[in-house]
C-alpha cells in the first residue's frame, strides 16, 4: 500500500540513507530548474543583448510575486499533509491536498490577470527608460498568461516528495528543466523571437510538467488522492500560517530587488541592473541547492515529528546543516576567485564596463556565503515542524528587514554599498537563526509535553 510505503521510508530508513535517498535528489531537481534559468538569462544576454538581460531582471521581482501566493498555498498545505499522514489520518490529509489544488488555481488566475493588466505601469514607476519597458512588459505579461497552470509547479513538486516519490520528483524538475531548454532554443534562436519567447519556453516546459503529475494524481495511484475539496476557515488559517514564511519571503525579497532595481537605475543604469542580475544568477544556484536540500527533508521531518520520533528529526537535521555549510562555503570561495567567469558568461561585450563593474560585485557579494546556509536550514527545520513564528521571523528578516536596514546605512557609499547589502544581510539573519536554534531545547520540551499529554 502506498501508506506503507511512505511510512517505511520515513520512519523505517536511516536517517543517513534517509538523507541522501530524499535530499541529494530533491537538491538536484532544484539544481536543474536553477540551471535552467542561469542558462536563460545567458541566453538572452549573448543572443539579445544586455539591455534585454537587464530588462529580464526588472521583470523577474514580479514573476516571482506572481507565484508567491501560489508557492504560499502549496507549501503551507505539504506541511499540515504531511504531519497527518504521519499520525495515519489519510482523509484528511486528502481533503487538505484537493483543497490546495483549487486554491493554486484561483490565485494564479487573479495575480496573473493583476501583473498581465499593470505591467506597463509598474515598470514606468520603477523609472525605467522607453527602450527597457517593452522588454520588461513583453517578458511579464507571458508569464501572467500561464499563471493559473505555472504558478502549481511547485505545489507539484513538494506533493510528489510527501508522497514518497522522491526519483518522481527529480525526474519532473529535470524533464521541466529539458523541455525549456528545447522550448526556448527552438523559440529564441531558431525562430528568431523576442524577448517574449524566452518567457514562453519557461511557460512551456512548466506547464508540460505540471499537466504531467496531475494526471498520475487524477489517476488514483497516489498516497495523495482527489477528493471533493472541503474549504474551511481552520484549513486556510493552518495553510496561511504554514506557508507565510515563504510567502513572505518571497513577496519582501522581491520588493528589496525592486527597489535596488529602482536605485541600481539612478546610479549606475542599464550596466548596473544588469551586474546585479549577474549576482542574483549566481546566487539563484547556490540557493536552491541549500533549500533543496533542506526543504527534500521537510517532508520526513515533518513525518516523524507527526510520528513523535524526535530523536530521528534531530539526526536528519544534521545531516541538513553540515551538508548546507558545505555547499555555501565552497560556492563561496569560487565566487571570490573566479568572478570574471561568472560574469563572461552572461555578457561577451564589454564596451559597457559590465565586467569590471562584475567583477567587483561578486567578490563582495561572495562573503555572503559564509553565513548563507545558517539561517537557511534553520527557516526549513521550523518550517517542518510547524513552528511559522521562527520560520517568518527568519524569512521577514533575511528578505525584508535587514536588506532595508543596509540599503538606507549604505547607500551614501554608492554601488559598492548595494553589493554588500548580501552580506551584510546573510551576517544578520544568521545572528537571529542562531538565537532562534538556542530556543529549539525549550520548543521540543514543550512538543514533548504536550504531545505525551494527549
Request: glycine fraction near 8%; include cysteine; proline fraction near 4%.
Amino acid at each position: 500500500m502506498p501508506s506503507d510505503n511512505t511510512e517505511k521510508l520515513f520512519l523505517g530508513t536511516s536517517p543517513g540513507h534517509l538523507f541522501f535517498k530524499a535530499a541529494i535528489p530533491g537538491a538536484l531537481g532544484m539544481l536543474a530548474s536553477s540551471l535552467y534559468y542561469l542558462l536563460e538569462g545567458i541566453l538572452v544576454g549573448r543572443v539579445l543583448g544586455a539591455e534585454p538581460f537587464a530588462a529580464i531582471n526588472l521583470a523577474m521581482p514580479f514573476v516571482i510575486i506572481n507565484f508567491a501566493i501560489s508557492d504560499m498555498i502549496g507549501v503551507g498545505s505539504s506541511v499540515p499533509i504531511a504531519i497527518k499522514l504521519g499520525r495515519g489520518e489519510k482523509e484528511e490529509a486528502n481533503s487538505i491536498f484537493s483543497a490546495a489544488i483549487v486554491m493554486i488555481a484561483v490565485a494564479g488566475v487573479i495575480t496573473g490577470s493583476l501583473l498581465f493588466i499593470s505591467a506597463p505601469t509598474l515598470f514606468h514607476l520603477m523609472g525605467a527608460d522607453e527602450h527597457l519597458i517593452p522588454y520588461a512588459v513583453d517578458y511579464l505579461r507571458m508569464y501572467a498568461c500561464f499563471s493559473p497552470l505555472t504558478t502549481m509547479v511547485f505545489a507539484m513538486d513538494n506533493y510528489l516528495r510527501i508522497c514518497g516519490k522522491i526519483k518522481g520528483s527529480l525526474m519532473m524538475n529535470i524533464c521541466m528543466a529539458s523541455a525549456g531548454v528545447v522550448f526556448e532554443v527552438f523559440f529564441l534562436i531558431i525562430l528568431k523571437g523576442g524577448i517574449a519567447s524566452a518567457a514562453l519556453g519557461t511557460c512551456c516546459g512548466m506547464s508540460s510538467a505540471v499537466l504531467v503529475v496531475l494526471s498520475i494524481f487524477l489517476s488514483g495511484r497516489m498516497n495523495l488522492r482527489f477528493r471533493k475539496p472541503q474549504f474551511h476557515l481552520s484549513l486556510i488559517k493552518t495553510i496561511v500560517s504554514c506557508g507565510l514564511p515563504t510567502f513572505l519571503s518571497n513577496v519582501s525579497g522581491r520588493i528589496i530587488s525592486i527597489i535596488m532595481n529602482v536605485l541600481l537605475l539612478s546610479l549606475g543604469g542599464a550596466s548596473a541592473v544588469s551586474v546585479y542580475g549577474i549576482i542574483m544568477s549566481a546566487d539563484g544556484v547556490v540557493m536552491p541547492l541549500l533549500y533543496g536540500t533542506c526543504d527534500s527533508l521537510q517532508p520526513s521531518v515533518g513525518y516523524n515529528w507527526g510520528a513523535r520520533r524526535y530523536d530521528r528529526v534531530g539526526k536528519i537535521e544534521r545531516y541538513c546543516f553540515s551538508t548546507g555549510a558545505i555547499i555555501s562555503l565552497l560556492f563561496g570561495l569560487f565566487l571570490f576567485f573566479f568572478p570574471d567567469f561568472a560574469v563572461s558568461l552572461f555578457i561577451e561585450d564589454n564596451s559597457t564596463g559590465i565586467h569590471t563593474l562584475g567583477i567587483t560585485a561578486l567578490k563582495i557579494s561572495a562573503f555572503a556565503f559564509i553565513f548563507r546556509w545558517i539561517a537557511v536550514c534553520t527557516q526549513c527545520f521550523m518550517s517542518a515542524i510547524e513552528k511559522p513564528f521562527y520560520a517568518a521571523s527568519i524569512s521577514v528578516s533575511a528578505a525584508f528587514v535587514f536588506p532595508l536596514i543596509l540599503i538606507i546605512a549604505l547607500h551614501p557609499i554608492g554601488l559598492n554599498g548595494i553589493w554588500m547589502n548580501l552580506p551584510g544581510t546573510a551576517f544578520l539573519t544568521a545572528m537571529l537563526a542562531l538565537f532562534i536554534l538556542t530556543r529549539y531545547r525549550v520548543i521540543l520540551d514543550k512538543e514533548k509535553k504536550l504531545r505525551s499529554a494527549d
